[in-house]
């Protein structure tokens, strides 16, 4: 389980990567690069009193097409809060780089 989790890691970082490189506006990239990390960077429990964990835009999908309803809110939370953070903390290097590439 732990080589799946790396592997999910590191193939999302490389995607990041390459829309980082392929992206010339600087502010593009720091808007939509949290957006694709926290969207499937984000983790959260399978089902409700479940210790298993998964990636939340797959359980998004299974919850919205086969399995039984659990609740869209229980998953839409922690994903708002992790792009949220994300886009926070990008936000925050952009205009300290902006601010100190001037100088």
Request: charged share 15%; glycine share 2%; with cysteine.
């Amino acid at each position: 389980m732990t080589f799946f989790w790396l592997f999910y890691y590191l193939l999302l970082i490389a995607i990041c990567y390459f829309f980082i490189k392929t992206i010339k506006n600087k502010f593009l990239v720091y808007f939509f690069t949290p957006v694709l990390f926290g969207f499937f960077g984000a983790v959260w429990f399978v089902k409700p009193e479940s210790y298993d964990l998964a990636p939340i835009f797959s359980i998004l999908f299974l919850e919205l097409s086969i399995i039984e309803f659990n609740g869209i809110s229980r998953l839409l939370r922690p994903l708002l809060t992790s792009i949220f953070i994300l886009q926070l903390f990008s936000f925050l290097v952009y205009f300290y780089r902006k601010k100190f590439e001037r100088k």
